[in-house]
């Protein structure tokens, strides 16, 4: 028998704080316990985009800096309501209405990201 001691590679999570740079724009993380590097995502104020009562999409400025399986660069984050709905034909002309309201609400948050990238800024 071996008197040599034996020994194993174990995988473990290891916790410590990590400092990391923050756009002007980012008010903050939805989650500040990022399980990997990777997780890290800054986001910006949240617009929601509605108009005569739809409620049609919800917008920010998000970056994941360190992600390897999506875009890292500047991106404006958007998602759809999923309104569906039956409607009469006042309330389809409200509805198209606000189609072209939330257009032109997510054009300039477009052009707002546009400036900010052109700006150089983070």
């Known amino acids: 028998m071996s008197t040599e001691p034996r020994t194993a ?4 999570f290891v916790t410590k704080s990590l400092e990391i740079d923050e756009p002007d724009w980012c008010i903050g993380h939805r989650d500040d316990l990022a ?11 949240e617009h929601a985009i509605a108009h005569n009562g739809f ?4 917008a920010r400025l998000g970056q994941s ?5 999506a875009p890292s660069d500047l991106v404006l984050y958007v998602e759809h309501s999923g309104f569906t709905g039956s409607l009469n034909p006042d309330e389809v002309e409200a509805f198209a209405d606000a189609l072209v ?4 609400a997510l054009r300039a948050l477009g052009h707002e990201l546009a400036a900010i990238l052109a700006g150089g800024g983070q």
């Not at 399980?35 to 986001?43: E, L, M």
């Not at 800096?65 to 399986?69: C, K």
């Not at 309201?101 to 032109?104: F, H, K, N, P, T």
């Open 9 to 12: 590679q174990v995988d473990v």
């Open 35 to 45: 399980q990997y590097k990777v997780d890290i995502t800054h986001y910006g104020p």
């Open 55 to 58: 409620d049609l999409f919800s």
């Open 65 to 69: 800096p360190f992600a390897d399986r």
């Open 101 to 104: 309201e939330a257009a032109a």
